[in-house]
């Protein structure tokens, strides 16, 4: 039993050792406590009669769970899709050419693919029931990763169970308070999670400009050169996207790569749209550039987009990787990838790696595309030739509200008239650049010239019918 002479011993040591400013904050914070408790705590305090208690309450009009909703909000009208989104899809009972989804090696609709994860799921069951260090690890999980490093031609990578995760838990798990963080404007959404949650200090470049770049990468190395002491525990890192999902447009990583070994930086590339799209075997934008895999410390992407399947992953070295394996949130703290949709990344690798043409023949198919853009006359565009990703702009421009309601207009003309496009999405208030309103046209490999032609012309008729109304 601690007796209290003891604790008076105690107390007299711990005031011998403070200094005369600690002793004066620890008495400020007692006569604060002390302060709240008799004080806040026997305050005066205006007293009600019971009759006005009662009037009070009788008055009182709660404001409603939810708030008040027009009639004419997107949410109260939404389009219902049925069976398979491939090529063709289903909307309200009509068929339509399908240029909105991401699905652009069209493997959604692989049969071998489908069969081997109908398989996995008698083997396995729906879910993993667990993240991975807590019983979510399953061979077919490993398996996946260790095909994944493989193909990507690194040392390890890591599995996440949703490609948005994936980038977003990366970036913390490296980059803390206190370091520097440069990264594009234009930079998607997943990626500006990602910066929040790392707390580090964001520096924003222009899109793909090299120079505004490396001005303010000089900046930083002044400012470093003032405070030595301070630079030697800032980490630096350079983040961008392979191909960017707010532009469609291509990095320039051999310039990237030429200011981070300058400036030493370490950087992440986001290769989410390029992994399975850039490249000859469908590697990337590393293997498109053929730029060294050690330039780059880490590679995230997601297999929503070209693998026909859910989840992202992160490949590099094993130092690198296996840092994620604690720390990264979406690892540690999401279940697992449920065992049919790893089955099936594993089965679109198997095509990847048996039929590289397909790389070939998806790019083709984004040039063909590109081609027709000048053709829209009420348009202007943004995208690289070889990006499956492209942006439709009002040729003369309105305020963002207005556009983004011609947009959506337009589109829901063309699903009228048998083609699937949509408006891009943004949340306004939260992106740190909100990009103008678009239309946001995806290419499928499957899409034949003959497909192609009639998306074009249905853009053509929608666009000059709701501007001719507006």
């Given at each position: 039993?601690?007796?209290?002479?003891?604790?008076?011993?105690?107390?007299?040591?711990?005031?011998?050792?403070?200094?005369?400013?600690?002793?004066?904050?620890?008495?400020?914070?007692?006569?604060?406590?002390?302060?709240?408790?008799?004080?806040?705590?026997?305050?005066?305090?205006?007293?009600?009669?019971?009759?006005?208690k009662s009037?009070?309450?009788?008055?009182?009009?709660?404001?409603?769970?939810?708030?008040?909703?027009?009639?004419n909000?997107?949410?109260?009208?939404?389009?219902?899709?049925?069976?398979?989104?491939?090529?063709?899809?289903n909307?309200?009972?009509?068929?339509?050419?399908?240029?909105?989804?991401?699905?652009?090696?069209?493997?959604l609709?692989?049969?071998?693919?489908?069969?081997?994860?109908?398989?996995?799921?008698?083997?396995?069951?729906?879910?993993?029931?667990?993240?991975?260090?807590?019983?979510?690890?399953?061979?077919?999980?490993?398996?996946?990763?260790?095909?994944?490093?493989?193909?990507?031609?690194?040392?390890?990578?890591?599995?996440?169970?949703?490609?948005?995760?994936?980038?977003?838990?990366?970036?913390?798990?490296?980059?803390?308070?206190?370091?520097?963080?440069?990264v594009?404007?234009?930079?998607?959404?997943?990626?500006?999670?990602g910066?929040?949650?790392?707390?580090?200090?964001?520096?924003?470049?222009?899109?793909?400009?090299?120079?505004?770049?490396?001005?303010?990468?000089?900046?930083?190395?002044?400012?470093?050169?003032?405070?030595p002491?301070?630079?030697?525990?800032?980490?630096?890192?350079?983040?961008?996207?392979?191909?960017?999902?707010?532009?469609?447009?291509?990095?320039?990583?051999?310039?990237?790569?030429e200011?981070?070994r300058?400036?030493?930086?370490?950087?992440?590339?986001?290769?989410?749209?390029?992994?399975?799209?850039?490249?000859?075997?469908?590697?990337?934008?590393?293997?498109?550039?053929?730029?060294?895999?050690?330039?780059?410390?880490?590679?995230?992407?997601?297999?929503?987009?070209?693998?026909?399947?859910?989840?992202g992953?992160?490949a590099?070295?094993?130092?690198?990787?296996?840092?994620?394996?604690?720390?990264?949130?979406?690892?540690?703290?999401?279940?697992?990838?449920?065992?049919?949709?790893?089955?099936a990344?594993?089965?679109?690798?198997?095509?990847?790696?048996?039929?590289?043409?397909?790389f070939?023949?998806?790019?083709?198919?984004?040039?063909?595309?590109?081609?027709?853009?000048?053709?829209?006359?009420?348009?202007t565009?943004?995208g690289?030739?070889?990006s499956p990703?492209?942006?439709?702009?009002?040729?003369?421009?309105?305020?963002?509200?207005?556009?983004?309601?011609?947009?959506?207009?337009?589109?829901?003309?063309?699903?009228?008239?048998?083609?699937?496009?949509?408006?891009?999405?943004?949340?306004?208030?939260m992106?740190?650049?909100?990009?103008?309103?678009?239309?946001?046209?995806t290419?499928?490999?499957?899409?034949?010239?003959?497909?192609?032609?009639?998306?074009?012309r249905?853009?053509?008729?929608?666009?000059?019918?709701?501007?001719?109304?507006?």
């Open positions: 039993m601690v007796t209290t002479p003891y604790i008076i011993n105690e107390i007299y040591d711990i005031i011998q050792k403070s200094t005369a400013l600690e002793l004066a904050l620890e008495a400020l914070l007692a006569l604060g406590v002390i302060w709240i408790v008799l004080y806040k705590r026997n305050g005066k305090r205006e007293r009600r009669s019971a009759e006005q009037r009070l309450i009788e008055e009182w009009t709660p404001e409603p769970l939810v708030g008040s909703v027009p009639d909000h997107p949410a109260l009208h939404t389009h219902v899709v049925t069976g398979k989104v491939g090529k063709v899809i909307i309200d009972g009509k068929q339509c050419l399908n240029m909105a989804s991401h699905n652009y090696l069209g493997l609709e692989d049969e071998n693919i489908q069969q081997a994860a109908i398989k996995s799921l008698r083997k396995y069951g729906v879910g993993s029931c667990g993240p991975r260090g807590f019983y979510g690890t399953l061979d077919v999980h490993l398996d996946l990763e260790e095909r994944l490093a493989k193909f990507m031609e690194v040392e390890e990578a890591v599995v996440y169970s949703y490609a948005f995760s994936t980038i977003a838990s990366a970036i913390p798990a490296y980059a803390k308070r206190g370091d520097v963080i440069f594009d404007e234009f930079a998607n959404f997943a990626i500006q999670k910066l929040d949650a790392s707390r580090s200090r964001i520096v924003f470049f222009k899109h793909n400009d090299m120079d505004d770049l490396e001005r303010l990468l000089k900046e930083q190395a002044v400012e470093d050169k003032r405070n002491k301070k630079a030697a525990r800032t980490r630096r890192f350079l983040v961008a996207e392979a191909i960017y999902m707010n532009t469609g447009e291509v990095c320039p990583l051999p310039q990237l790569v200011l981070r300058r400036y030493k930086l370490r950087m992440f590339l986001d290769e989410s749209i390029s992994f399975g799209v850039l490249g000859q075997h469908g590697r990337g934008s590393i293997e498109h550039f053929n730029v060294d895999k050690i330039e780059v410390d880490l590679r995230s992407a997601g297999m929503e987009w070209a693998a026909g399947t859910i989840g992953f992160c590099g070295s094993s130092f690198i990787v296996e840092h994620q394996r604690l720390s990264g949130l979406g690892y540690c703290f999401s279940a697992s990838l449920p065992p049919l949709l790893a089955q990344a594993i089965s679109a690798l198997d095509r990847f790696e048996s039929e590289p043409k397909i070939a023949e998806l790019r083709a198919c984004c040039q063909k595309v590109s081609q027709k853009l000048p053709s829209l006359t009420d348009f565009f943004r690289d030739p070889l990703v492209k942006h439709l702009y009002l040729k003369n421009e309105f305020d963002p509200v207005t556009e983004k309601q011609i947009l959506d207009r337009i589109s829901q003309e063309c699903i009228k008239t048998g083609l699937a496009v949509i408006a891009a999405e943004y949340l306004e208030h992106e740190k650049r909100c990009p103008r309103p678009s239309i946001r046209l290419v499928n490999r499957l899409l034949t010239d003959s497909d192609i032609e009639d998306a074009f249905i853009l053509q008729k929608a666009a000059q019918k709701v501007l001719s109304e507006t």
